[in-house]
């Protein structure tokens, strides 16, 4: 299966960072670069969610429910248009649902390496949450899940496995931030120490990213 990163590099993803950036108006380079950091860390929280039986089934009724991926076969539409309120409420409320607390530390780092400020970082994520949502009814569509027990293995396998723990720790280490600021300098230096990390892959993604 490819990951999430692999979306975006795709025709689909080049289509989704565009409509990203044109209906919250921010540069698609920067857009590109939120998009790159924040997914993941949006699916990492998701998989913590999924830790639990009633998380999990939580997740798998929002995917049985609502986000059945069909949003991905109007996206012309979606951000033809302006996106509409429902969608942008609709994405605030999955934001609120999964990072919790959390979310105004993750948008202050995703904004400090980005470059963009964090209502800018916010308004991106809130137009991109229902996407993912999407991305991931698809996935389990496709692939025929029904019970709540496989979705930790959807995500997973989206997020591309356990093989790379230098970049599970880096996403645990930004859906930890506290909002302080202080985690974006312990982040920035996992990453940039990592001399033998793999090119490809998220590490080699966010490494390209976060270094000089």
Do not use: W
């Not at 991905?72 to 248009?81: A, E, M, Q």
């Amino acid at each position: 299966m490819a990951g999430i990163l692999d979306l975006l590099n795709s025709d689909l993803g080049k289509q989704i960072i565009s409509g990203v950036a044109g209906s919250t108006g921010n540069d698609s380079n920067k857009t590109s670069s939120v998009l790159t950091m924040a997914l993941p860390v949006l699916m990492k929280a998701m998989e913590r969610n999924a830790s639990s039986p009633e998380g999990a089934q939580g997740l798998m009724g929002a995917l049985d429910k609502k986000h059945d991926g069909s949003i991905l076969d109007n996206l012309g539409d979606l951000f033809g248009g302006g996106v509409n309120d429902d969608v942008v409420n609709d994405g605030s409320k999955i934001l609120g649902h999964v990072l919790g607390n959390k979310q105004s530390g993750v948008e202050q780092v995703i904004g400090q390496k980005s470059g963009l400020d964090t209502g800018s970082v916010g308004n991106i994520l809130k137009v991109a949450a229902p996407i993912l949502m999407g991305v991931l009814g698809k996935q389990k569509r496709q692939q025929n899940l029904s019970n709540s027990g496989d979705i930790s293995g959807l995500l997973g396998g989206l997020l591309g496995g356990n093989e790379a723990k230098n970049e599970q720790n880096f996403l645990e280490q930004i859906l930890d931030a506290d909002g302080d600021g202080s985690v974006v300098d312990d982040v920035a230096g996992m990453l940039l120490g990592g001399s033998n990390k793999k090119s490809g892959g998220l590490g080699g993604l966010l490494g390209g990213l976060f270094g000089k």
